[in-house]
């Protein structure tokens, strides 16, 4: 249904593991986004990738980083999170990031740090 | 800078009559708007966009959204809401020239039957 494919879905994990989060897109896009969206606080924008090139990284902590190795693909790795980082991560792509181009997103992966 | 309010945290409408969700914006450039809806344990679904042109902006499942440049507005509306359409709607900007799309907090949608 989603030209934006995010794996896993759902990831639990200690504060001490190293994991990722996967996203693939398939409609011929150029840049592609990581957001975060906790519970009771804004969609907040954590990484903007155009044309594989990091173009926005919004304070995001040391401990997410992100890595964009073509234009389809899109990783997050994860290592010694927060219970605070829980919450659920979307990905989304578009064609270049400006004007009305539309993004669309993936279904998510909700993460929880115990 | 740019910014969008939604000032209503839940709207609730009976089924089969209209509804509104409401946003304003800020920006100082022309405006380019998004309506998104996220169902419940899902992404985020975008419904429609104003880029220029008509002011009257059609998208999909019958919503519609007017861009008022005046009261510098982009309500979302339908005339007649269905108890499926119950799901939390974000509005959103980016001003010309800028990469960033700014989202609004959401607003939450309650069709009763």
């Known amino acids: 249904e989603t030209g934006v494919t995010q794996t896993p879905r759902h990831l639990v994990m200690g504060m001490t593991n190293k994991k990722s989060l996967k996203c693939e897109q398939h409609?011929?896009?150029?840049?592609m986004y990581w957001y975060k969206q906790s519970a009771k606080k804004p969609l907040e924008l954590m990484f903007v990738y155009s044309l594989e090139e990091r173009v926005e990284n919004n304070s995001v902590p040391s401990r997410f980083s992100p890595e964009c190795p073509n234009s389809s693909h899109l990783f997050l790795h994860l290592h010694t999170l927060q219970p605070e980082d829980s919450a659920l991560y979307l990905c989304a792509s578009s064609q270049a990031p400006t004007g009305g181009n539309t993004i669309y997103f993936g279904e998510g992966s909700w993460l929880t740090v115990v | 800078a740019q910014s969008v309010a939604q000032p209503e945290d839940q709207v609730n409408v009976a089924e089969g009559n209209p509804l509104t969700v409401k946003c304003t914006y800020s920006?100082?450039?022309?405006?380019?708007l998004f309506w998104y809806v996220q169902y419940p344990n899902r992404g985020l679904q975008f419904l429609l966009k104003y880029i220029t042109g008509d002011n009257l902006v059609k998208g999909s499942y019958g919503f519609e959204a007017e861009f008022n440049k005046s009261q510098t507005s982009f309500h979302l509306k339908k005339p007649s809401a269905l108890v499926s359409d119950s799901a939390l709607y974000f509005c959103a900007v980016r001003d010309s020239g800028y990469s960033t799309l700014t989202f609004g907090k959401g607003t939450m949608l309650l069709v009763s039957p």
């Open positions: 409609l011929g896009h150029n840049a």
């Open positions: 920006v100082s450039g022309n405006p380019y």
